[in-house]
């Protein structure tokens, strides 16, 4: 998202003229009724994938479904607030009925209440509940439903590089979140509790927290965390986790700013979690189509 890091420049990996995947391969994205949501949903259904698209708004989740139906693309819908729940409950009963089983799913859905120059943590509780609490609760309702086969299934996490350990400046924190072989989801927890209470006290400032969108970065560093100890967890069981950072992209939540549309993030997306077996990583953290190692970050 907004950062004074050099932007990389947009460039998708090319695709393999031997496609793994087929219309029988199922997609979940999240938070998908407009932006770089959207826009993936759209070129995995233009790539022949079966895509579910998810949005909080049904009124606007059916529109954004019709008006690709109107495209001549076949999409599902299915109304869903990771930030609840019942909603996540609802929509996992849904899925295993209808498709059964899932090979890729892109955490999208987030949100952030600062404009581009503003930094209020006055809503970091539902920032956190929703960005890094709903994510998680979502992908480990749907873990049991993962095909695991030799072309392996997917979880692609948008992130941002907002949350990479080097916008935090706490040392204590810092060097937790860094320690690979320790890293544990206590630990996460302990750091988003201490983070809020930081928030309801007013300390949040001096305490070494990211300083720019804070609340939102912090909820991208949590789920960072998370997406490296769910990667370690699941080598070689037929599941691959990786975080992506589409960069400073033209969506509602820039103000329409940025360096590149969601069309042109999502391209670079829909070609990372579509990579073949035998080129696809786990527990890296892609900033545009750069690949970065989190032991590097």
Excluded at 169 to 184: A, K, V, W
Excluded at 197 to 215: A, M
């Amino acid at each position: 998202m907004v950062s004074k890091d050099p932007e990389p420049i947009l460039s998708s990996p090319s695709l393999p003229t031997s496609r793994w995947w087929s219309k029988e391969t199922v997609a979940v994205v999240t938070g998908a009724n407009k932006g770089i949501g959207f826009a993936l949903v759209k070129r995995l259904a233009e790539l022949g994938v079966t895509v579910i698209l998810t949005a909080r708004d049904n009124v606007k989740g059916l529109k954004a479904v019709e008006s690709l139906i109107d495209q001549g693309l076949h999409v599902h819908f299915f109304c869903l607030d990771v930030s609840e729940l019942v909603s996540i409950k609802a929509f996992a009963s849904w899925f295993q009925e209808t498709f059964g089983v899932l090979d890729i799913l892109v955490n999208n859905a987030a949100v952030s209440f600062n404009d581009i120059h503003e930094n209020s943590v006055e809503h970091a509780e539902t920032v956190m509940k929703t960005n890094f609490y709903g994510t998680k609760l979502l992908t480990e309702t749907l873990l049991p439903m993962f095909r695991r086969s030799a072309s392996m299934s997917r979880i692609l996490n948008i992130s941002s590089r907002l949350g990479l350990l080097n916008k935090l400046q706490n040392p204590s924190i810092r060097e937790t979140l860094g320690d690979e072989e320790r890293l544990s989801e206590d630990h996460i927890q302990d750091m988003v509790v201490t983070f809020l209470d930081d928030v309801k006290s007013g300390t949040w400032r001096s305490k070494g927290w990211p300083k720019v969108w804070t609340d939102y970065a912090v909820s991208k560093l949590a789920l960072n965390a998370y997406s490296r100890i769910m990667a370690k967890r699941y080598q070689g069981r037929g599941l691959s986790v990786n975080c992506f950072c589409p960069g400073f992209t033209q969506t509602s939540m820039t103000r329409g700013k940025g360096d590149h549309t969601a069309d042109a993030a999502a391209a670079v997306g829909a070609d990372l979690v579509l990579l073949p077996p035998e080129e696809l990583p786990t527990g890296k953290f892609y900033i545009g189509s750069r690949l970065s190692a989190y032991s590097k970050l």
